[in-house]
């Protein structure tokens, strides 16, 4: 077996050696000027001599580490020139990404030291073993931190220009998990490692033709660091980190602190355990985090499609468990900037602005003011964003009121404008990590709150568009009620003339008795209409008996015009009241229409399934046309007293028990008014009706 493993390392290491060469040489014959490709190839060649030294002189040989800790540098050179002449780093390397190459650098040199150092050391030593231990630790931090820098760098690139760089970074990617899982079972398992070691030169030389397709795919493209994984990943590399310098911590403190070893290790990990729990979870710490790493890893402060989104999804946000509109927009622009809370101030009557409402607002609201319309109007007419803590130094020109300058609770002014109107503004609470805005705050802040002045204003003129339908519905209930007034004036006004010739006729006076009640129960009705919790909707429709509806309405007219009643019919559903209210309008226009000794005609049958009123009268008739265009228009009216609601109501109030209302005229014929309803089931009789 040992033999085998023998075989197979040296062959598989030479392997890689050829293949790596070949590419290399392929390279430098190319005769790029770009740096890019030479550092490639010489990372190419170093990684071959390692590989071929591997394959001649095996890992047990102090200079196999060397060369390895070569080949990581050359790699990692080529990527930081990657990087720095990308896009994103052609001003020159930022001084966070700088530091990550060179701390791993700096292990690599670390690592370097103390494999020559404890190879000149006795095996049985203690320092000898203390060195190796931080050796495999060094040469696992070195693999996690490649493996970092190799995530950046792929997530910068582009997806439509990945073809090349992927297959490259996931060769490196590759090796140096490998790295990372041989050493990390070194550690664990020592026992076991001969296998992987025989088993990495075949790793390399897989590993090799990739590169090789990467490379005639081509490597260009623009950088794009995901902020996200980003951060994430510089989080889980700062855990990992930290869990290394606790283990070499841990080993330096078995060597140095002797039979208190325990004792320290234990008070250390207790230190840093709290430490960890107090800075963690603060808002500051990781607000500065965040803006360490935009500023260090990013050209712009901001992500700006991640904050676009997150503005449309926070204002936009559906359901009846969302928060009112004036919170969302306040919390949608509080978190563009990480403030902790927002005040919406909207435009009043006077033309300033006074408070509407808050999101996550901790401190007290009682001596919130108004802003001045004067103060107003400049801001409308500039747009500006004002930075109150710079205003507070002096350096604003604006003269703003003074509960909102002569605290620190305020930190920005965000105007919203839509169409040039400024329609209200936005204060936000200063950010857990105190700054300054600067030019990309002020774009993203005019640009965020042009779009939540849009909604905003979209809102408010729903409400508006609400308002003026309420008034429209109380219009509309009005103007029919003027209408029925106008029949009742025009009842009692009969009533009063026949009272001066018939006062001493006791069937008269039980008459005048019973309409008079019916016009007080009329007019009760009216008021009742016009209240705001009435939605003009018929009531639940029950049996009705038309027979006695008809005859009932016909003897409120019968000393007006003669009126004969005729047919039957089986019970109607429909509303009473409704019903008498629309025979009621159209035999008035019925009458209004014909000559006073040409009887109006109500006439009650069934048909298919609909009890039928017919009000028929022989007057002037109406023209098709007149019928069409203008009969049931509202506010349309051939008598010049009248108000052309009559049958624009009739028609509103059939259609809303179901019912219908077809017309039939000719002019100098007549007209006949047909009222359709459904009947009742079979089950109601005319006692239930009763």
């Known amino acids: 077996m040992g033999a085998l493993l023998q075989f197979v390392g040296d062959w598989g290491h030479a392997l890689a050696a050829v293949l790596f060469a070949a590419l290399g040489i392929f390279l430098l014959r190319r005769r790029d000027e770009a740096p890019e490709p030479r550092l490639l190839?010489?990372?190419?060649?170093?990684?071959?001599?390692?590989?071929?030294?591997?394959?001649?002189?095996?890992?047990?040989?102090?200079?196999?580490?060397?060369?390895?800790?070569?080949?990581?540098?050359?790699?990692?050179?080529?990527?930081?020139?990657?990087?720095?002449?990308?896009?994103?780093?052609r001003a020159g390397p930022t001084m966070a990404v700088s530091a990550v190459y060179a701390a791993v650098s700096g292990l690599i040199l670390l690592q370097t030291f103390t494999d020559l150092t404890w190879r000149q050391l006795s095996p049985a030593s203690d320092l000898h073993h203390a060195l190796v231990s931080c050796s495999l630790i060094l040469r696992m931090m070195t693999a996690i931190g490649s493996l970092l820098l190799v995530h950046h760098l792929y997530t910068a690139w582009p997806s439509r220009a990945r073809g090349g760089v992927s297959l490259l970074l996931g060769s490196l990617a590759a090796m140096w998990t490998y790295d990372l899982n041989l050493y990390a079972i070194c550690w664990f398992a020592p026992h076991r490692v001969s296998e992987l070691y025989a088993l990495r030169g075949l790793l390399m030389g897989l590993v090799a033709p990739?590169?090789?397709?990467?490379?005639?795919?081509?490597?260009?493209?623009?950088?794009?660091?995901?902020?996200?994984?980003?951060?994430?990943?510089?989080?889980?590399?700062?855990?990992?980190?930290?869990?290394?310098?606790?283990?070499?911590?841990?080993?330096?403190?078995?060597?140095?602190?002797?039979?208190?070893?325990?004792?320290?290790?234990?008070?250390?990990?207790?230190?840093?355990?709290?430490?960890?729990?107090?800075?963690?979870?603060?808002?500051?710490?990781?607000?500065?985090?965040?803006?360490?790493?935009?500023?260090?890893?990013?050209?712009?402060?901001?992500?700006?499609?991640t904050e676009w989104m997150r503005f449309g999804d926070t204002i936009g946000r559906p359901g009846e468990d969302a928060a009112p509109l004036g919170e969302r927009v306040a919390k949608a622009m509080a978190d563009i900037t990480d403030s902790p809370g927002a005040l919406l101030l909207l435009r009043d009557e006077q033309g300033g602005l006074a408070f509407e409402t808050q999101w996550n607002w901790s401190s007290d609201l009682s001596d919130i003011g108004t802003v001045a319309?004067?103060?107003?109007?400049?801001?409308?007419?500039?747009?500006?964003?004002?930075?109150?803590?710079?205003?507070?130094?002096?350096?604003?020109?604006?003269?703003l009121p003074q509960w909102m300058t002569r605290e620190s609770r305020f930190w920005a002014l965000v105007p919203l404008i839509h169409y040039g109107r400024m329609i209200g503004a936005l204060l936000l609470?200063?950010?857990?990590?105190?700054?300054?805005?600067?030019?990309?705050?002020?774009?993203?802040?005019r640009a965020?709150?042009?779009?939540?002045?849009?909604?905003?204003?979209?809102?408010?003129?729903?409400?508006?568009?609400?308002?003026?339908?309420?008034?429209?519905e109380f219009n509309r209930r009005f103007a029919f009620i003027i209408h029925d007034v106008k029949n009742l004036v025009s009842q009692l006004s009969l009533?009063?003339?026949?009272?001066?010739?018939?006062?001493?006729?006791?069937?008269?006076?039980?008459?005048?008795?019973?309409?008079?009640?019916?016009?007080?129960?009329?007019?009760?009705?009216?008021?009742?209409?016009?209240?705001?919790?009435?939605?003009?909707?018929?009531e639940e429709p029950r049996p009705v008996v038309l027979i006695d509806l008809l005859q009932q309405v016909a003897r409120t007219r019968a000393r007006q015009h003669p009126v004969h009643v005729s047919g039957d019919a089986p019970l109607a559903l429909a509303d009473p009241a409704r019903v008498e209210q629309i025979v009621t309008h159209l035999l008035q226009n019925a009458i209004d229409a014909s000559t006073p000794d040409s009887p109006v005609d109500l006439r009650l049958s069934a048909e298919a399934g609909e009890a039928v009123v017919a009000i028929i009268d022989r007057g002037k008739g109406m023209s098709a046309e007149y019928i069409r265009r203008d009969l049931f228009k509202p506010f349309s009216s051939s008598k010049a007293a009248g108000f052309g609601l009559g049958a624009f109501e009739a028609r509103t109030l059939a259609q809303a028990m179901g019912?219908?209302?077809?017309?039939?005229?000719?002019?100098?014929?007549?007209?006949?008014?047909?009222?359709?309803?459904?009947?009742?089931?079979?089950?109601d009789t005319r006692e239930k009706a009763a």
């Open 41 to 89: 190839a010489a990372a190419l060649l170093l990684t071959s001599c390692w590989a071929l030294y591997v394959s001649f002189g095996g890992v047990s040989k102090p200079l196999s580490g060397v060369g390895e800790s070569i080949r990581n540098a050359a790699w990692l050179l080529a990527m930081y020139v990657m990087l720095r002449r990308g896009p994103v780093g």
């Open 210 to 305: 990739v590169i090789a397709v990467g490379m005639r795919k081509g490597m260009a493209g623009r950088l794009q660091l995901s902020r996200a994984i980003t951060f994430q990943s510089l989080s889980i590399f700062a855990v990992g980190l930290y869990v290394a310098v606790l283990t070499a911590a841990a080993v330096l403190i078995e060597l140095i602190a002797g039979p208190y070893a325990r004792v320290v290790e234990i008070a250390a990990v207790f230190f840093t355990a709290v430490t960890a729990l107090v800075l963690l979870p603060s808002p500051q710490v990781r607000a500065l985090w965040k803006v360490q790493v935009a500023k260090h890893f990013f050209q712009h402060r901001y992500d700006y499609r």
């Open 373 to 399: 319309p004067a103060i107003v109007a400049q801001l409308e007419q500039s747009g500006w964003i004002v930075d109150l803590g710079r205003l507070k130094a002096g350096d604003g020109a604006l003269d």
């Open 429 to 445: 609470a200063p950010p857990p990590i105190d700054r300054r805005l600067d030019w990309e705050d002020f774009d993203m802040l």
């Open 448 to 472: 965020a709150g042009r779009q939540a002045a849009t909604h905003i204003s979209e809102a408010q003129g729903q409400q508006a568009l609400d308002d003026a339908q309420r008034f429209e």
């Open 495 to 538: 009533l009063s003339r026949n009272a001066e010739r018939h006062a001493d006729n006791p069937e008269f006076r039980a008459d005048m008795v019973l309409t008079l009640k019916e016009s007080v129960g009329k007019m009760n009705d009216m008021l009742a209409r016009l209240s705001q919790h009435n939605k003009g909707r018929a």
């Open 659 to 683: 019912g219908r209302i077809d017309v039939e005229s000719k002019p100098g014929a007549g007209s006949r008014f047909t009222l359709r309803l459904p009947l009742a089931p079979h089950s």
